[in-house]
Nanobody
Framework: QVQLVESGGGLVQPGGSLRLSCAAS????????MGWYRQKAPGKEREVVA????????NYTDSVKGRFTIFRDNAKNTVYLQMNSLKPEDTAVYYC???????????????WGKGTLVTVSS
């Protein structure tokens, strides 16, 4: 059973920093692209924040460029999101996603974590 577990959310003041972590566990044959997404309110669209390939290539949505950094530790099957200079508009539930090929299958699937809440407020 493959699963993704996020951690690191919480309450932070504007201008502050947080680091999110997402660990993949289970019977994993291959861990491909990983990414962070966020949903600002129930019923609103989940938007991509940042993605990273297995080779380390990264992409960011424009609103977080220069403030957020995505990186991964392949030995730990973990992806991180370092968030600096946080703004109130960054408040959202942040979800981790990864394209994983389980040992029991010949094809990959997208897996999602349950999310972690980030609140930026004074």
């Amino acid at each position: 059973q493959v699963q993704l577990v996020e951690s690191g959310g919480g309450l932070v003041q504007p201008g502050g920093s947080l680091r999110l972590s997402c660990a993949a566990s289970g019977s994993i044959l291959r861990l491909n692209d990983m990414g962070w997404y966020r949903q600002k309110a129930p019923g609103k669209e989940r938007e991509v924040v940042a993605t990273i390939s297995s080779g380390g290539s990264t992409n960011y949505t424009d609103s977080v460029k220069g403030r957020f950094t995505i990186f991964r530790d392949n030995a730990k099957n973990t992806v991180y999101l370092q968030m600096n200079s946080l703004k109130p508009e960054d408040t959202a539930v942040y979800y981790c996603s990864a394209h994983i090929v389980p040992i029991t299958q010949y094809y990959g699937m997208n897996y999602w974590g349950k999310g972690t809440l980030v609140t930026v407020s004074s």
